[in-house]
């Protein structure tokens, strides 16, 4: 599904204003560089990111896979160094979910949430967002500053939900 615009969307609870995720259309290796001024071995992982469908996830080590299919040379610490590095530049989030093996990597977008499925161990994005006046009142209440959110809700996806549930029922 995609905007107006070009941007990929998520559907998910409609999160705060009722709005979906967007993610702008992917970008290439060529462009990252250009635009960006990345090394390129650092250009190559943002594409690779930028290349997944929105909303999905992928680990360091998937990224490292793929990444060396395309370009053989490259080892996992450039990649893990290349993850690092564009997460500090904000051009893609690391999703550190609780109960998780590893951390996941998508490009960056506009707030939302995530739902881990304790099953399969699937992250998937949720259009939701807390809403700024309470996280002005528990900032005020804690007498902290809050910097960032991160919102992971936890449960069993769908298809976990419909493979383990008996013939003839629906979840």
Do not use: W
């Not at 905007?3 to 990929?8: E, L, Q, R, V």
């Not at 989030?93 to 161990?121: K, L, M, N, Q, T």
């Not at 383990?164 to 029922?169: E, F, M, R, T, Y």
């Amino acid at each position: 599904m995609s905007d107006s615009h070009g941007n990929a969307s998520i559907q998910g609870l409609g999160g705060q204003a009722g709005r979906d995720v967007s993610f702008p259309k992917p970008i290439s290796e060529e462009h990252a560089t250009q635009t960006t001024r990345l090394p390129t071995n650092y250009a190559r992982i943002y594409a690779l990111v930028c290349e997944q469908v929105p909303g999905h996830h992928r680990t360091a080590h998937e990224l490292y896979v793929e990444a060396h299919k395309r370009f053989p040379t490259m080892g996992i610490s450039t990649v893990y160094r290349g993850l690092a590095r564009l997460r500090d530049m904000g051009l893609v989030e690391e999703i550190v979910v609780p109960g998780g093996d590893s951390a996941v990597y998508e490009r960056a977008a506009p707030p939302h949430s995530h739902f881990h499925c304790s099953s399969c161990g699937d992250v998937q994005d949720v259009a939701y967002q807390l809403p700024s006046n309470v996280l002005r009142r528990l900032s005020r209440a804690q007498a902290n500053q809050i910097t960032d959110v991160s919102v992971t809700f936890h449960g069993i996806c769908r298809g976990c939900a419909s493979s383990s549930a008996p013939s003839g029922s629906s979840p």
